[in-house]
């Protein structure tokens, strides 16, 4: 039986891992302990009882593949070196590492105690806390400005965004952006767009101490804690000075062929945020990735030709602003945006965070 590696059990790997369970045996390497909803994690970050709910075991995932944990030096084709153990060779390897992105959005620990000691560690600060700044005005600085409003109502917050408007990435519309302000404003979350810190806080972030701060037009700032809500970057090290290398860009993304595969290989693929697919890096944009991969490498093991192509969707969003305020994208039948308000986004996401979702996908109860 042809063996499968794939690297990263986020979105895009537990996918695939689970859809070439049955005809392949799938050896998914993860560093981690635990997979981590971070589609949830901002909630977390605000509410204590979320705070075990995003971590799931990877236990039940797989029937006839295994889970490693462990922390992937680099891949040779389609050989994986993982640190401190004996490296795997495979036939086929899909790389789905994802990226990085500033606390408490993302978490960077292996263990999942040391990321809950972390969230407790942040919900203290918050709770001493009586002003917030947010650096960023994209979907994780608004959707954390939601959050922290309905979990401290009394706290004062401000969000700063450089760009000369909120949620700068090509795509969302006027409409949504519009939305979103009178939202903001009626939460009472003061909002700056088109102002650019002059320099940063003099505390780490997610660290309490007071402070005061100003952009460079002139407006000052004065906050307890402030978090940095922008500077997602591929997790791509693993592939430095080794024949991947040539796919990397200096963005750290991974060039990767319409069908998926990783250019100028045959056997390697690539999925999620990890690749230069021309879209916003989604947990739903990686799921779909996830199967064209999985239509492909079932092809190649028929000894059939990989021929099923990703195509990058429309810019699409469900952006809660905690879990009852919130604004949608979506496209209707014919490929036009929809803006959907606060009742409906709550309803599709703003409550459950689509927790029940992925504990169907690993089968947990």
Not at 84 to 94: F, H
Not at 153 to 172: C, H, N
Not at 274 to 292: F, G, N, Y
Request: aromatic residues 6%; negative net charge.
């Amino acid at each position: 039986m042809a063996r499968v590696v794939v690297v990263g059990g986020g979105y895009g790997g537990v996918t695939v891992a689970k859809g070439l369970d049955p005809l392949a045996e799938v050896i998914l390497v993860e560093q981690k302990d635990q997979f981590v909803h971070h589609a949830a994690a901002l909630r977390a970050a605000v509410d204590e009882a979320w705070q075990h709910s995003i971590f799931m075991p990877y236990t039940n995932l797989l029937t006839n593949g295994r889970v490693v944990h462990g922390t992937v030096s680099r891949v040779e084709g389609t050989r994986v070196h993982i640190f401190g153990q004996d490296p795997i060779d495979a036939d086929y390897v899909v790389l789905a590492t994802g990226s990085t992105y500033p606390f408490p959005a993302k978490y960077t620990a292996s263990r999942s105690d040391v990321a809950k000691a972390r969230l407790s560690q942040l919900s203290a600060y918050l709770h001493g806390a009586r002003s917030v700044l947010l650096v960023g005005g994209g979907t994780v600085g608004i959707e954390f400005a939601g959050e922290l409003r309905h979990a401290f109502p009394d706290i004062d917050i401000t969000l700063v965004e450089k760009s000369p408007e909120i949620l700068p990435t090509y795509g969302f519309s006027e409409a949504l952006r519009e939305q979103v302000r009178e939202q903001l404003a009626e939460l009472n979350i003061r909002l700056l767009e088109g102002s650019e810190l002059a320099y940063l806080p003099p505390f780490n972030v997610g660290e309490l101490g007071h402070f005061n701060v100003e952009t460079k037009d002139g407006q000052s700032i004065e906050a307890d804690i402030w978090f940095q809500c922008y500077g997602s970057r591929p997790n791509s090290g693993y592939v430095v000075g080794t024949s991947l290398e040539a796919a990397l860009r200096p963005d750290g993304a991974l060039r990767v062929e319409p069908t998926l595969l990783v250019s100028g290989q045959e056997r390697v693929y690539a999925v999620g945020d990890l690749t230069d697919v021309r879209e916003s890096k989604r947990a739903d944009a990686a799921r779909a990735q996830a199967r064209v991969v999985i239509a492909n490498i079932s092809a190649q093991l028929a000894g059939k030709t990989p021929e099923v192509q990703y195509v990058p969707s429309d810019e699409w969003v469900i952006l809660p602003l905690g879990p009852e305020h919130g604004v949608s994208q979506l496209l209707d039948n014919e490929g036009n945006a929809r803006i959907l308000g606060a009742d409906q986004t709550a309803e599709i996401k703003g409550a459950d965070l689509m927790v029940s979702g992925i504990r169907s996908q690993l089968n947990l109860p």
